[in-house]
Each structure stands twice: as C-alpha cells, then as structure tokens.
T-cell receptor, first 116, second 114 residues
Framework: AQTVTQSQPEMSVQEAETVTLSCTYD???????LFWYKQPPSRQMILVIR??????QNATENRFSVNFQKAAKSFSLKISDSQLGDTAMYFC?????????????FGTGTRLLVSP | NAGVTQTPKFRVLKTGQSMTLLCAQD?????MYWYRQDPGMGLRLIHY???????AKGEVPDGYNVSRLKKQNFLLGLESAAPSQTSVYFC?????????????FGPGTRLLVL
C-alpha cells in the first residue's frame, strides 16, 4: 500500500521569506504522480503544483516549486516570497499511474501560517 | 461557471437518521469522487464514479452509498448515521483518468452526528 507522510504538523514564516514543506512517500511502484494541494480557511482544496515521477526536472509554478528526489522518495514544496494569502493547510498527495483512475492518497497535512 | 458545489454546507443528525449529500459540477467532468476529512488525517476516498450510471468503492466505503444518475450530480447517502461519521465531506470532479489531471473540489459539508 502507498503511504504519504508529512512530518511537520505546523510551520510559520514571515511575509516575503521562503519556506519549505516536507513530504515523503512509500511505494514499490515506479510510475506515479505527486501533487501538492492547498486548503485555505475557506476549506476548498486547490491544486498548487504537480510532478510526474518519470520527469527529473522539478516542477515550478510561479512562487511554488518542488524538490523531487525519487530515490529518496521525497517531494518537498518550496514557497518563495511568502504572502499572507499562502496561509493554509498544505497536503501532499500521490497516485499511481495505472490504477484506472486517479486514486489520490493524501498526507496528514502541514498547517502554514504566514505572518506580517 | 460555479465549478463544484455541495449541498448542504452543514448538517446535524441524530444517530440512526439518514441523509443525502448532493454534489453538482458544471464542468462536464466524467469522474467524480467523495472524500471525508477527519482531524489529523488527510482526505480519504469513500466512493467514486467514472461516469454516469457507474459507482465504485474507495478506501472507506462502509456505511455510505452513492448514486450517479446524471453526469453532473453525485449523491452520497448515509442510511443510518453513526457518530463515527462525523466529519467534513468533500466532493471532487476531474475530466478524465490520465492520472495527472487536476481534481476540482467543492467547499465541503460539515456533518455532525450526535
């Protein structure tokens, strides 16, 4: 069974600084996708960034980037130039490539607080 | 374009009562999902649907039933609510099953079972 572990229950950062959220996963499969979802206080989950495991190049989306280390099964999220609106729960998620549908396995989340 | 909507937003039930949660999407997505979110845990998949008229069990299906009679709607039913079903329920939809697509989530339904 696949598992996703987020070892940081809470993180805090000041506005304009950089913060990195950790995520590790466990699978014996070789082909999969990884995601970071954001859940702001409004509760609605929003996709932040995603990574295909067969691509070595790390994904970036504006201020968000990932550090994907396949051998170490690590998928950390870096938020640069943090903004107050980044305050949210962040969930790392994983899905195998060939299950027939996108069966997301989520981590327990990291609560990020961005302060002025 | 409302995206994914959920009805109701909040509900209190007594043990043994039944209720139906409604999820609607206006993006013409084939796939729809129901998750539950409990404190200290990530979202867990209850049931999912790969198209109109189809449903399948996810990770935690016991105590729930679903129906997808119309492509845009996905209903989650609790026949006899239990306190263990107190949770926040999220519906999501996606366009297909490449595995890499975005799931679009609704705002959630908070359910309290007394």
């Amino acid at each position: 069974a696949q598992t996703v572990t987020q070892s940081q229950p809470e993180m805090s950062v000041q506005e304009a600084e950089t913060v990195t959220l950790s995520c590790t996963y466990d699978t014996s499969e070789n082909n999969y996708y990884l995601f970071w979802y954001k859940q702001p206080p409004s509760r609605q989950m929003i996709l932040v960034i995603r990574q295909e495991a067969y691509k070595q190049q790390n994904a970036t989306e504006n201020r968000f980037s990932v550090n994907f280390q396949k051998a170490a099964k690590s998928f950390s999220l870096k938020i640069s130039d943090s903004q107050l609106g980044d305050t949210a729960m962040y969930f790392c998620a994983f899905t195998l490539l060939n299950t027939g549908f996108q069966k997301l396995v989520f981590g327990t989340g990291t609560r990020l607080l961005v302060s002025p | 374009n409302a995206g994914v909507t959920q009805t109701p937003k909040f509900r209190v039930l007594k043990t043994g009562q039944s209720m139906t949660l409604l999820c609607a999407q206006d993006m013409n997505h084939e796939y729809m999902y129901w998750y539950r979110q409990d404190p200290g845990m990530g979202l867990r998949l209850i049931h999912y649907s790969v198209g109109e008229g189809t449903t399948a069990k996810g990770e935690v299906p016991d105590g729930y039933n679903v129906s997808r009679l119309k492509k845009q709607n996905f209903l989650l039913g609790l026949e006899s609510a239990a306190p263990s079903q107190t949770s926040v329920y999220f519906c999501a939809s996606s366009i297909g099953t490449s595995g890499f697509e975005t799931q679009y989530f609704g705002p959630g339904t908070r359910l309290l079972v007394l």
